[in-house]
Nanobody, 121 residues
């Protein structure tokens, strides 16, 4: 089975930085895109950043200029460098991958269990 494992979350003061990592493993033929979503208490899950295997990126307006997404396709790993963190960035961050498990398989989304990021003021 496909598994996504996030790491790097924690507690940081406002203005600080964290780097999240997500490694995909298991039955993977090809990955179309990977990304990060977050969900704060009482709010809907939202896209933070995404990147295709070709390197095209997309960011939420709220994190542009502060967060940078990158990937290592050979390792099926995606990173999220978070700088100038704000209290409103506090959320559980989830890794997402859109992939095919084998030739001819349909592309579908897989999710990690999440890592908590807490930004204190």
């Amino acid at each position: 089975q496909v598994r996504l494992v996030e790491s790097g979350g924690g507690l940081v003061q406002a203005g600080g930085s964290l780097r999240l990592s997500c490694a995909a493993s298991g039955s993977i033929f090809s990955i179309n895109a990977m990304g990060w979503y977050r969900q704060a208490p009482g709010k809907q899950r939202e896209l933070v950043a995404a990147i295709t295997s070709g390197g095209t990126t997309n960011y939420a307006d709220s994190v542009k200029g502060r967060f940078t997404i990158s990937r290592d396709n050979a390792k099926n790993t995606v990173y999220l460098q978070m700088n100038s963190l704000k209290p409103e960035d506090t959320a559980v961050y989830y890794c997402n991958a859109n992939l095919r498990r084998w030739v001819g398989d349909y592309r579908r989304d897989y999710w990690g269990k999440g890592t908590l990021v807490t930004v204190s003021s």
